[in-house]
T-cell receptor
């Protein structure tokens, strides 16, 4: 079965500092991994995805994520956090037997303080 | 980019009434749409997969007679919460998957509908 885990319910970081939001996955075969951001009372916005290729994936709003096969991780990163980055972040993996299904992590609330 | 809309964005209804939520793909055709439910501070729970021209596929534990799904065209899916009760109050999010997209594509999410049943 496919799954992702986000071990941190909340991450606090000061504006201007680098941020990391953690995600680990469990899949059989090569994973298709995604990061989404959700602002209050809004749907999810796509940030980036890893399918194949370079382990470092660059996405929207200056975010990037590093795919690490040996550690089965796909952590979301940004070199310099903005207050406006404060939101709920979800990691997701696509079901490799049923491409229609995505499995979402529990979400991590990012708080960026001025 | 691909845009998905939902209507209404917020609805308040009395217990026992039915509520219809629309999900539209605005600039692409979607053979498949998905309906999720999100409780406060929790992740998204997939409720059902909506397939154009055929019956929806419901996840285990989701009552198909309670949550009626109709995918009448390649750009519109509707979710009707029948005989709503306060426990149905939640945030409902739809997503759409572009027609003919391969496995590398992401789903595109609507802005969500906040349902409050009094």
């Amino acid at each position: 079965a496919q799954s992702v885990a986000q071990p941190e319910d909340q991450v606090n970081v000061a504006e201007g500092n680098p941020l990391t939001v953690k995600c680990t996955y469990s899949v059989s075969g090569n994973p298709y991994l995604f990061w989404y951001v959700q602002y209050p009372n809004r749907g999810l916005q796509f940030l980036l995805k890893y399918i194949t290729g370079d382990n470092l994936v660059k996405g929207s709003y200056g975010f990037e994520a590093e795919f690490n096969k040996s550690q089965t991780s796909f952590h979301l990163k940004k070199p310099s956090a903005l207050v406006s980055d404060s939101a709920l972040y979800f990691c997701a993996v696509r079901d490799m037997t049923n491409f229609n299904k995505f499995y979402f992590g529990s979400g991590t609330k990012l708080n960026v303080k001025p | 980019g691909a845009v998905v809309s939902q209507h209404p964005s917020r609805v308040i209804c009395k217990s026992g009434t039915s509520v219809k939520i629309e999900c539209r793909s605005l600039d692409f055709q979607a053979t498949t749409m998905f309906w999720y439910r999100q409780f406060p501070k929790q992740s998204l729970m997939l409720m059902a997969t909506s397939n154009e021209g055929s019956k929806a596929t419901y996840e285990q534990g989701v009552e198909k007679d309670k949550f009626l799904i109709n995918h009448a065209s390649l750009t519109l899916s509707t979710l009707t919460v029948t005989s709503a009760h306060p426990e149905d109050s939640s945030f409902y999010i739809c997503s759409a998957y572009p027609e003919n997209a391969g496995g590398r594509e992401t789903q595109y999410f609507g802005p969500g509908t906040r349902l409050l049943v009094l």
